[in-house]
């Protein structure tokens, strides 16, 4: 809820939220180094410590788990997928973006390629400084990376740099609401949403769509309330994030596809003649992807280790059909306020014709 409240009384001034999230963005930014640099010279000053050697990091293969090799690698994919997820969030945030037909794309790629660059690079000083890999792999806090630090830093290190690394989770979280709050609201505005009405109002003091953030505050924290039950549950809504984000991408690109692009006007960035291949490499990724993720750990699963986002997905996906069939299909895209987007939508790209 502090999350909401920040969006809430920081739009009342335009510059405050966007100087906040810069500061959360190059704050990041420099923990990862910050990060990257203390797991390496702990390990390299500390006599007790020491490096593994490159064929453990890219050349050995470890699969603990009851599956084939192809099934545990499918299946570790989710979490590396989750890191090159979320791009779409300057889209929600398209209509207050300056020379959004330029800017828009430009955001999109700069995130996937720091993505996978500080991904990638992470990745490989974290398995050069790993110790213990038991230890690691089942930690006693049940956090993997918080042993592995615990390894290299020592105790009190790991306070020092998880204490910096909580508070600004706390400002991505910030950022995190802003985009979501625009997702629900637009998605109300186009009628998509039950109770659109009352979630498009935009409060004329603070500057913000209030109602829409207060909405999604309190379901988001009805889901934290079930953290304190069991962390399955938890775990299967992360999870499924990552699904429901994939099968989010897959379905433009499968309407590009078998419809084409004739009636969609190209902008300043285009895939060429590379377009039709890229697509279908796209959209089969995500459906092999999107099946395996859905895997349990094990193929003879307990309650306790069952991959419960399939459950979450289903539920989500039910109450969405209901919805379309019983309102949706009558006013999603046939409310006055999506109609007059795609008006101003038509109208600009005839401007940009001209």
Same mark, same amino acid.
């Given at each position: 809820?502090?999350?909401?409240?920040?969006?809430?009384?920081?739009?009342?001034?335009?510059?405050?939220?966007?100087?906040?999230?810069?500061?959360?963005?190059?704050?990041?930014?420099?923990?990862?180094?910050?990060?990257?640099?203390?797991? =390496?010279?702990?390990?390299?000053?500390?006599?007790? =410590? #020491?490096?593994?050697?490159?064929?453990?990091?890219?050349?050995?293969?470890?699969?603990?788990?009851?599956?084939?090799?192809?099934?545990?690698?499918?299946?570790?994919?989710?979490?590396?997928?989750?890191?090159?997820? %979320?791009?779409?969030?300057?889209?929600?945030?398209?209509?207050?973006?300056?020379?959004?037909?330029?800017?828009?794309?430009?955001?999109?790629?700069?995130?996937?390629?720091?993505? @996978?660059?500080?991904?990638?690079?992470?990745?490989?000083?974290?398995?050069?400084?790993?110790?213990?890999?038991?230890?690691?792999?089942?930690? @006693?806090?049940?956090?993997?990376?918080?042993?592995?630090?615990?390894?290299?830093?020592?105790?009190?290190?790991?306070? #020092?740099?998880?204490?910096?690394?909580?508070?600004?989770?706390?400002?991505?979280?910030?950022?995190?609401?802003?985009?979501?709050?625009?997702?629900?609201?637009?998605?109300?505005?186009?009628?998509?949403?039950?109770?659109?009405? !009352?979630?498009?109002?935009?409060?004329? !003091?603070?500057?913000?769509?209030?109602?829409?953030?207060?909405?999604?505050?309190?379901?988001?924290?009805?889901?934290?309330?079930?953290?304190?039950?069991?962390?399955?549950?938890?775990? %299967?809504?992360?999870?499924?994030?990552?699904?429901? =984000?994939?099968?989010?991408?897959? =379905?433009?690109?499968?309407?590009?596809?078998?419809?084409?692009?004739?009636?969609?006007?190209?902008?300043?960035?285009?895939?060429?003649?590379?377009?039709?291949?890229?697509?279908?490499?796209?959209?089969?990724?995500?459906?092999?992807?999107?099946?395996?993720?859905?895997?349990?750990?094990?193929?003879?699963?307990?309650?306790?280790?069952?991959?419960?986002?399939? %459950?979450?997905?289903?539920?989500?996906?039910?109450?969405?059909?209901?919805?379309?069939?019983?309102?949706?299909?009558?006013?999603?895209?046939?409310?006055? @306020?999506?109609?007059?987007?795609?008006?101003? @939508?038509?109208?600009?790209?005839?401007?940009?014709?001209?």
């Amino acid at each position: 809820m502090l999350m909401t409240f920040s969006n809430v009384i920081a739009c009342r001034k335009d510059w405050i939220l966007r100087w906040f999230n810069n500061l959360v963005g190059a704050w990041f930014g420099g923990e990862f180094i910050v990060f990257s640099l203390a797991i =390496l010279i702990a390990v390299g000053v500390n006599k007790e =410590l #020491a490096f593994q050697p490159p064929s453990f990091i890219f050349g050995r293969w470890i699969n603990d788990t009851e599956w084939s090799d192809g099934v545990a690698w499918f299946i570790g994919l989710v979490q590396s997928a989750y890191g090159l997820t %979320a791009f779409d969030a300057v889209i929600h945030l398209i209509e207050e973006l300056p020379s959004p037909r330029k800017n828009g794309p430009r955001v999109l790629w700069l995130s996937i390629i720091s993505g @996978a660059a500080s991904g990638g690079i992470f990745m490989i000083v974290c398995l050069f400084c790993i110790q213990n890999l038991e230890s690691v792999l089942d930690p @006693a806090s049940g956090l993997p990376f918080v042993e592995l630090v615990r390894q290299t830093v020592g105790p009190q290190g790991t306070i #020092a740099l998880f204490s910096i690394f909580v508070f600004n989770m706390l400002g991505q979280g910030v950022s995190i609401t802003t985009t979501a709050s625009r997702l629900t609201w637009g998605f109300a505005r186009d009628g998509g949403l039950p109770f659109s009405t !009352y979630l498009t109002h935009v409060d004329t !003091y603070w500057n913000v769509p209030a109602r829409a953030l207060w909405v999604q505050g309190v379901i988001i924290s009805l889901v934290g309330v079930l953290y304190f039950f069991t962390e399955a549950v938890v775990d %299967a809504v992360v999870s499924v994030s990552t699904i429901a =984000l994939t099968i989010s991408y897959a =379905l433009p690109i499968f309407a590009v596809v078998v419809f084409g692009m004739s009636d969609i006007p190209l902008g300043t960035f285009s895939l060429g003649r590379l377009r039709p291949v890229i697509n279908w490499v796209g959209l089969i990724y995500c459906c092999v992807t999107t099946v395996f993720l859905l895997f349990p750990g094990s193929p003879s699963p307990s309650v306790v280790t069952m991959n419960w986002a399939i %459950a979450v997905f289903g539920a989500m996906l039910l109450v969405a059909i209901v919805f379309w069939f019983t309102k949706g299909k009558r006013t999603y895209l046939r409310t006055d @306020a999506a109609l007059g987007e795609v008006f101003r @939508a038509a109208q600009l790209e005839d401007l940009d014709s001209v």
